[in-house]
């Protein structure tokens, strides 16, 4: 059993020869801010996963020295990219060393023939495509985060990009990457070799292995990323339904057009709507009969744009839909950007407003099997909700889910306020049980316990060894090869298990 | 700025929308304040609630133009449609 001890002076003072002083941090608002990230958080034990320091590396020699060093220490590394991650992947569980990579930030080479962008992990996609707008190419990696997110971070959580249906997701989109292993050496991962080769059958596809590790198998210290040309028009289209049933059927025969135009389908529910009635001030007008709504966008050239609107028009109102109007669609749609700017109150039973912070619950879900999750998602909040006092149901959205290929399968999220400040030792287990509850719903339908969180935490992380059944002792063997001192993110997605460790992460 | 206005400092009168919801600016909906004792509602000035959704719209749009050239509309396809609210 491994355990790890306090950072000794020595260390700190070998991590300052690595990086300089300047790059390790020791004090507390710099150790307290890369705590948490916005997935609800303990907050009545906040001092127990604060980092012991913060070192802020500038290149990937850098960041494997003072992985060596840890290695050699049996110290815990977490790296950290834009901390908004909606699940704990960044979350120093076991303290120790969170490793930022913001300063690691650098456009390296902008390859206009073989249309490829090679950069740093803590470039932020937005900022990254204010550089490439320059040569009308553009990164379309798109989450709820775009505007403060990492590309870092996306290939830890393996991210999903809101117009993922057109252009593809962060594992589609990022061809090839630079990592740093637990033990130091860095290596290249791709399809197979070759940095800006989309497809190859050389060996075993280890970039998927390393996709989505949540910080548990190294440090991303470079990325080579797929250009596409920047779309020449855009179209959003919201439609709105006297039910959600209806709403879901015309889903599925949106998401079906087979347009190659179409970025996304995306389906609000009722309790969504009402929702943003109540406290989002969102664009989505007052009428009772307006109880469900679909939103669709497209990109591309003109010539692909403008025929293809027409028939996304024409399908939704033959299935049920009705327009909602030129200033809700396109408005709204550009908010979907940016959706880290949500309202941060709910309400009580009594319909009081208190603050509470957003936490937003993912599966992969089937399209069959959207209704009756939906059902179940919804009741299981609100008997958490009656029980805890502290949460407030605010409804759920259905993202098309598949690459290029939208149809099939959902990104399937119910959004629950929650009241951190009046969490404690005797309600936290009822948010687990709550998370853990919604969880196994996925499962029993067949699906995925997350679409591009991640589920590293308690009330996620114990299903995962049901979710991947063998394919987690192979998860648990490669953990214990890579990294035998489990020094990379120690405690995350139950891989503890390796090295004979069976701890609660939370109380 | 040419002095003091009362009309750029004072909210109009609200009207009731729904149970849990208020207006005073067209299109702007608010918290019903009687709802917000643990928490009270922050006094803002009007010029300050029309500054912020000046900003909301002029961030839309700035979102618009990051993402492509052009925004097409069904208005522009002859589609808009009436408005729902009408």
Known sequence: MTTFVAIRDTVVDKLRAILGDESVLTGKAARYNRTRVPAPFPVHRWAEYVPDLVVLPRTAEQVSEVVKLANRERIPVVPRAGGTGLNDGALPLKRGIV???????????????????????????????????????????????????????????????????????????????????????????????????????????????????????????????????????????????PSYTAAWESTGALAKSGLASLGGVVLFDEYKLRYLRRDDEAYIPRPDHVRAVVATALYGT???????????MRIGRESGGTYLGDEISSGDWASRHDRYATPLHGRLDTGEVVPMSWHCEDASINYSQLPAVMEKWHAITARYAEK????????????????????????????????????????????????????????????????????????????IPVEMGGGFDVMMKIKAALDPNNIMNPGKYELDRAYGLDEKVFR | MIGFRLSAQKPPEARRITDDVIQRFEHIYEVDPAKMTI?????????????????????????????????LTAEDLGEGGPHPDG
């Open chain 1, 99 to 241: 490793v930022d990579i913001k300063r690691m930030n650098q456009i390296k080479e902008v390859d206009l023939v073989d249309r490829t962008v090679t950069v740093g992990p803590g470039i932020n996609m937005l900022k990254l495509n204010e550089e490439l707008r320059k040569h009308n190419v553009m990164f379309p990696d798109d989450p709820a985060s775009y505007p403060c997110s990492l590309v870092g971070g996306r290939i830890g959580t393996s991210g999903w990009s809101l117009i993922g249906g057109r252009y593809g997701h962060t594992r589609d989109l990022v061809i090839s990457f630079q990592i740093v292993l637990p033990t130091g050496e860095i290596i290249e991962v791709g399809d197979g070799g070759g940095r800006k080769i989309r497809k190859s059958s050389s060996g075993f596809q280890l970039k998927h292995l390393f996709m989505g590790h949540q910080g548990t198998l190294g440090i991303v210290t470079e990325a080579t990323l797929e250009l596409v040309p920047r779309p020449e028009m855009e179209f959003a289209a919201f439609f709105h339904y």
């Open chain 1, 302 to 312: 003109r010539d692909e744009v403008e025929p293809a609107a027409r028939r996304i």
């Open chain 1, 388 to 463: 805890t006092g502290i949460l407030d149901d605010w409804g759920m959205f259905a993202y098309t889910n598949g690459a290029y290929k939208p149809w099939g399968d959902y990104l399937t999220e119910i959004d629950i306020g929650i009241w951190e400040q009046q969490l404690s030792d005797d309600n936290w287990p009822d948010w687990v049980a709550c998370k853990r509850e919604i969880a196994q719903v996925a499962l029993d339908h067949g699906g995925s316990i997350t679409a591009c969180h991640g589920a590293t935490r308690e009330g996620d992380a114990e299903l």
């Open chain 2, 39 to 71: 928490i009270e509602q922050q006094d803002m000035p009007a010029w300050d609630t029309m500054r912020i959704v000046d900003s909301r719209w002029e961030h839309l749009a700035w979102m618009h133009d990051h993402w492509a050239d052009t925004i």
